[in-house]
């Protein structure tokens, strides 16, 4: 649809747009994040993937929780900034190369996505309380804190290790 075809007409409305932007951004990664564990050659940066596609899961069910808090079915509105940022994994992933700049170009583009999430998590937990959902803000809180958890840990395997053998 695109946001050309709303018409906002509250900040509720607004509210509604974004879960959608962000439930069909987090179903892209549950497909994305399985191929890159998989393209991933150090065991680190593989379970690290691993699991943050079963935490996507959760984020997810966690989006329909608060869809239902305003008694709203959860549906998808197609997220074209992430279908990009998946693209560019997706690159990534069938790049020839060197194994450890390969996994490091995939860090990078997995803290894209984190990044893109951690920007759409912050607007709709705020959102939430400005409309007097501290609930479901509460709700969204957790989300965005395990998504920062997830760059920071992406930062701290890249640093450690990955980023050093790239350099190689």
Same mark, same amino acid.
Do not use: W
């Given at each position: 649809?695109?946001?050309?075809?709303?018409?906002?007409?509250?900040?509720?409305?607004? #509210?509604?747009?974004?879960?959608?932007?962000?439930?069909?951004?987090?179903?892209?990664?549950?497909?994305?994040?399985?191929?890159?564990?998989?393209?991933?050659?150090?065991?680190?940066?593989?379970?690290?993937?691993?699991?943050?596609?079963?935490?996507?899961?959760?984020?997810?069910?966690?989006?329909?929780?608060? #869809?239902?808090?305003?008694?709203?079915?959860?549906?998808?509105?197609?997220?074209?900034?992430?279908?990009?940022?998946?693209?560019?994994?997706?690159?990534?992933?069938?790049?020839?190369?060197?194994?450890?700049?390969?996994?490091?170009?995939?860090?990078?583009?997995?803290?894209?996505?984190?990044?893109?999430?951690?920007?759409?998590?912050?607007?709709?937990?705020? #959102?939430?309380?400005? +409309?007097?959902?501290?609930? +479901?803000?509460?709700?969204?809180?957790?989300?965005?804190?395990?998504?920062?958890?997830?760059?920071?840990? +992406?930062?701290?395997?890249?640093?450690?290790?990955?980023?050093?053998?790239?350099?190689?």
């Amino acid at each position: 649809m695109g946001l050309m075809s709303y018409q906002f007409n509250d900040l509720k409305d607004l #509210f509604i747009c974004e879960l959608k932007d962000l439930y069909d951004a987090e179903q892209q990664l549950t497909e994305a994040l399985p191929l890159m564990a998989q393209a991933a050659t150090d065991p680190q940066l593989r379970q690290a993937f691993e699991d943050h596609f079963r935490q996507t899961q959760t984020h997810i069910a966690r989006l329909e929780q608060v #869809f239902r808090g305003i008694n709203c079915e959860p549906e998808r509105e197609a997220c074209p900034a992430m279908k990009g940022i998946v693209k560019e994994g997706n690159d990534m992933i069938s790049a020839k190369g060197d194994c450890s700049v390969r996994d490091a170009g995939l860090i990078a583009a997995a803290q894209r996505a984190e990044h893109y999430e951690i920007a759409g998590y912050g607007t709709v937990r705020t #959102f939430a309380r400005q +409309l007097g959902r501290g609930d +479901l803000a509460s709700v969204l809180q957790m989300t965005l804190d395990e998504e920062g958890d997830t760059d920071k840990k +992406l930062t701290a395997i890249a640093e450690s290790s990955i980023n050093q053998m790239a350099q190689a």
